[in-house]
T-cell receptor, first 114, second 114 residues
Framework: AQSVTQLGSHVSVSEGALVLLRCNYS??????LFWYVQYPNQGLQLLLK??????LVKGINGFEAEFKKSETSFHLTKPSAHMSDAAEYFC????????????FGAGTRLAVHP | EPEVTQTPSHQVTQMGQEVILRCVPI?????FYWYRQILGQKVEFLVS????????KSEIFDDQFSVERPDGSNFTLKIRSTKLEDSAMYFC????????????FGQGTRLTVV
């Protein structure tokens, strides 16, 4: 069975600082991995996805994530945080990509302060 | 850009009443999903739907719940005899089923059972 663990339910960074949100997955087969962002009172928006091509994946808004099979990790990073990045971030795993259910992590709420 | 739309955005209902949450998936998508997010908790898979039938459901999706695609565009989630613990944000999603693609989520319906 697949599962996702997000370390740190709350992360706070200064504007301009590095953002690092951690995600570890468990899957018995090669996974598809996703990061979604949820802004206040809004739905889930895809930031980026890993689908077994390049291990370093670039997404929207300057975010990127690196798939590390040896560490079963898919951490999300952004070199310089912006106030508008404040949101909740969810890591998710699926086995078959577009036609299988997503298993979500518990989410990490990112706060960005001046 | 195509999007998944959900109505209503907010629904307040009395315990024991039936509610229907509505979704219009992206028009060329074939797979449809409902997810639930109880306040402060992770996003949980409820059900997936393909070719006019349920393809997978979680243990949460008991006899109280049903899904339907009544016409070529709508996808509904019915909750019979709502309970207080059904209060949550309900997200509809759709995908085209290709292995390297993601699910697109609607903005959600916030259901409050009083």
């Amino acid at each position: 069975a697949q599962s996702v663990t997000q370390l740190g339910s709350h992360v706070s960074v200064s504007e301009g600082a590095l953002v690092l949100l951690r995600c570890n997955y468990s899957s018995s087969v090669p996974p598809y991995l996703f990061w979604y962002v949820q802004y206040p009172n809004q739905g889930l928006q895809l930031l980026l996805k890993y689908t077994s091509a390049a291990t370093l994946v670039k997404g929207i808004n300057g975010f990127e994530a690196e798939f590390k099979k040896s560490e079963t990790s898919f951490h999300l990073t952004k070199p310089s945080a912006h106030m508008s990045d404040a949101a909740e971030y969810f890591c998710a795993v699926s086995v078959s990509g577009g036609y299988n259910k997503l298993i979500f992590g518990a989410g990490t709420r990112l706060a960005v302060h001046p | 850009e195509p999007e998944v739309t959900q109505t209503p955005s907010h629904q307040v209902t009395q315990m024991g009443q039936e509610v229907i949450l509505r979704c219009v998936p992206i028009s060329n998508h074939l797979y449809f999903y409902w997810y639930r997010q109880i306040l402060g908790q992770k996003v949980e898979f409820l059900v997936s739907f393909y070719n006019n039938e349920i393809s997978e459901k979680s243990e949460i999706f008991d006899d109280q719940f049903s899904v339907e695609r009544p016409d070529g565009s709508n996808f509904t989630l019915k909750i019979r005899s709502t309970k207080l613990e059904d209060s949550a944000m309900y997200f509809c999603a759709s995908s085209d089923g290709r292995p390297n693609t993601e699910a697109f989520f609607g903005q959600g319906t916030r259901l409050t059972v009083v």
